[in-house]
Structures are given as C-alpha cells and as structure tokens.
C-alpha cells in the first residue's frame, strides 16, 4: 500500500528514512520557508518500510512547480509511480531526484543501469543542486587509525592548533546559532558566494533543535570564535553540512582542529561513517572557486565517492526546455553579479 503519512505515524517515518534532508523535522522547517510539503509511505502487512519527502517550489511567471526530492533510497518502480502522482497532485513541471546512491570514484559504471532505469521511466539527466563527489569517512576504524590516515600536513596542523590552545566547544544553543550566523557573516563576505540567509537559519534552529539531530560547535582562541560549524546526526551517521570561519588569527589552524575533533566526536556518539556534504570531481582543477575546501577534506583521509546524480522527472517536456534555457540564463547572471560585487 502506497499513502500519504500521517501526523501520528512521524516516529515510525523518522525510523525507515535515512538522510536529514528526509527527516519530518526538516521537512516541517521548509514548510515554514514557504513550501509544500508532501509525505508519502510505502506499506507491507501494515507496516511502512520506506518513504519520501518531496518539496514543491513555485516557479515564476507560469502557473507550475518545481518538485524535490533530495536524499532519497535507491529509485524503483514504486518510488517513481509515487512522485509520479505528487507531480501531477502539485502541478509539478519536474520533480528533482538526486538519491542517496554513491559509490567509489572510479566505479561508476556501476550507476549506469540505474541511470537507464530513470531515463526509461521519463528522468532525464538535470542540473545538480547536491554536488555528485563528497568524501567518506569510516568511523569505524580506530581513533589511532584514523589519525594516521590524515595527510602530513593535515596531522601537523591538527597538532598545531592543539599546541597553540584552540578549544572545540559544542554550542547546541540559540546563542550558538547567533555566533554561526554572524561568523557566517563574514565568510560570505569574504569568500564572494552566496549562503542561506539568516532566517532560514533560525527557522532551522526552531525546527531542528528539539530533535537531537543538529549540533552547533566553535572553535575559540584567546577568548575569540574562529571557526563555527553546524553538524547533523543520523542513525549512526554524522555529517558536515555547514561551516564558516573568520579571518583572524588563521595561522592557528582552528578549522584543521574542528574537523578531527568532529571525527573524534562522531565515534563517541558511536556513528559508524561521517559524510562531509561535497566536494570536488576527481582532479580537479585549482582555479575551481572549491579547490580549497576539497583540498581541506581530501586531507582526512576519507573515500572519495560518486553519487548517481541529478535527474528531472519531467512531465511537460516542451515547457521543461524552455525552463532549463531560462535557468542557465539566470545562472550565468548571478555568477557576473558576483564578480561584479567583489571588483
């Protein structure tokens, strides 16, 4: 049986989805964002074995929707005969997968029959929100293996900050998120890209917070916030989605510190893997805008994965091509604002 979850059946949802970006709380937390929201369970002699969360965005100057569906279990035939019903439910023109499906990098061809699955079933190949790489780190292993996974460098900036007397404080609290906020701030600022917006923040906060499932920890020397980063955990499995830093006082290495002693944290918590939310493709290029912060992650150690990718399950495809022209349009215009803002 394939239905619509109910209020009373949120635990039982949180149990069988396996990514935040899935969980009833963040999709509550959109829903305040101005979205819809839609929940739908698959059923097996009354029992609900998977299910998805699917937002729907307005799009301008047409009477249709943008449908997303992020981190979701492998696609099967229930699965796109559901988003199926939710696109035509909600006047979607698309509705966005990008699974939660990765293997190692240098095994992808082990993604091209799921490929030719959602191409089959109407998906063609879209642009990606979620980077397709990120790193992965086994928790598993011990805290004395991992440390010698780290590069050299890396191990001798995570001492280093441990010699110069940063501290790794966890926050987990409105002030927490005001002192993120504010350092994000910053980082924005000086790094010339875009981030979400306060409010988005704090209405993440509001939602979030009681969960247990997002933690807020800094990095202080001499009395000052460096370094504040944003962690999810999910059953067993912690993850890096947000960070910022300050300019000040970088020789400290502060952010090194903050990423092993997140290491650290998650096998305390006894988390078996730590996803670090994206990264570059293999070799990629040091004039890329991302080059420094996937050269910071590559330095732990951990596998570099391929996720299966960025899909639009299209239901008018004429519109659905004009759409993508006018998207790749507006995406070229942001990228000269922002040049134009730092000259």
Same mark, same amino acid.
């Given at each position: 049986?394939?239905r619509?979850?109910?209020?009373?059946?949120k635990?039982?949802?949180?149990?069988?989805?396996d990514?935040?970006l899935?969980t009833w709380?963040?999709?509550?937390?959109?829903?305040?964002?101005?979205?819809?929201?839609?929940?739908?369970?698959?059923?097996?002699?009354g029992?609900?074995? *998977?299910?998805?969360?699917? +937002?729907?965005?307005?799009l301008? =100057?047409?009477?249709? &929707?943008?449908? @997303?569906f992020p %981190?979701?279990?492998?696609p099967?035939?229930?699965q796109?005969?559901?988003?199926k019903?939710?696109?035509e439910?909600?006047?979607?023109?698309?509705?966005k997968?990008?699974?939660?499906?990765?293997?190692?990098v240098?095994?992808?061809s082990?993604?091209?029959q799921l490929?030719?699955?959602?191409?089959?079933?109407?998906?063609?190949?879209?642009?990606?929100?979620?980077s397709?790489?990120?790193?992965?780190?086994?928790?598993?292993?011990?805290?004395?293996?991992?440390?010698a996974?780290?590069?050299?460098?890396?191990?001798?900036?995570?001492?280093?900050a441990a010699?110069?007397?940063?501290?790794?404080?966890?926050?987990?609290?409105?002030q927490?998120?005001?002192?993120?906020? *504010?350092?994000?701030?910053? +980082?924005?600022h000086?790094?010339? =890209?875009?981030?979400h &917006?306060?409010? @988005?923040?704090? %209405?993440?906060?509001?939602?979030l917070?009681?969960?247990?499932?997002?933690?807020?920890?800094?990095?202080?020397y001499?009395?000052?916030?460096?370094?504040?980063w944003?962690i999810?955990?999910?059953?067993?499995?912690?993850?890096?989605p947000?960070?910022?830093?300050r300019?000040?006082?970088?020789?400290?290495m502060?952010?090194n510190?903050?990423?092993?002693?997140?290491?650290?944290?998650?096998k305390?918590?006894?988390?078996t893997?730590?996803?670090?939310w994206?990264?570059l493709?293999?070799?990629?290029?040091p004039?890329d805008?991302?080059?420094?912060?996937?050269?910071?992650?590559?330095?732990?150690?951990?596998?570099?994965?391929e996720?299966?990718?960025?899909y639009?399950?299209?239901?008018?495809?004429?519109?659905?091509?004009?759409?993508? =022209?006018?998207?790749t349009w507006?995406w070229?215009?942001?990228?000269?604002?922002?040049?134009?803002?730092?000259?």
């Open positions: 049986m394939i619509e979850i109910r209020l009373e059946e635990d039982k949802y949180n149990q069988v989805v990514h935040p899935q709380e963040w999709g509550e937390f959109r829903h305040q964002t101005g979205l819809k929201v839609e929940r739908v369970g698959f059923f097996s002699a029992r609900l074995n *998977k299910a998805i969360q699917v +937002t729907f965005h307005p301008p =100057f047409i009477n249709y &929707t943008a449908g @997303y %981190k979701g279990y492998m099967d035939e229930d796109l005969a559901a988003l019903h939710l696109a439910k909600n006047r979607a023109l698309f509705i997968l990008e699974p939660e499906v990765a293997k190692e240098g095994h992808a082990a993604h091209r490929a030719d699955f959602l191409v089959e079933h109407g998906a063609i190949p879209g642009r990606p929100l979620f397709n790489y990120s790193f992965m780190i086994d928790l598993k292993k011990s805290e004395t293996e991992l440390f996974n780290l590069s050299s460098k890396t191990r001798y900036n995570v001492n280093l010699r110069k007397g940063v501290a790794i404080i966890e926050d987990t609290s409105d927490g998120l005001e002192t993120y906020i *504010k350092i994000l701030e910053e +980082t924005t000086r790094k010339g =890209f875009y981030a &917006t306060p409010d @988005y923040f704090r %209405k993440m906060w509001l939602n917070k009681d969960s247990g499932m997002m933690k807020i920890f800094t990095a202080v001499e009395g000052q916030v460096l370094v504040s944003i999810f955990v999910l059953h067993n499995k912690l993850y890096y947000y960070g910022a830093s300019s000040i006082h970088r020789d400290v502060a952010s510190l903050m990423m092993w002693e997140m290491i650290r944290y998650g305390q918590k006894k988390c893997q730590f996803d670090l994206g990264c493709g293999p070799e990629p290029s004039r805008a991302w080059f420094g912060f996937h050269k910071f992650k590559q330095g732990y150690g951990g596998q570099h994965m996720y299966l990718g960025s639009d399950l299209v239901t008018n495809q004429p519109l659905y091509k004009v759409f993508r =022209f006018a998207e507006r070229r215009w942001l990228r000269l604002k922002t040049q134009l803002s730092l000259s």
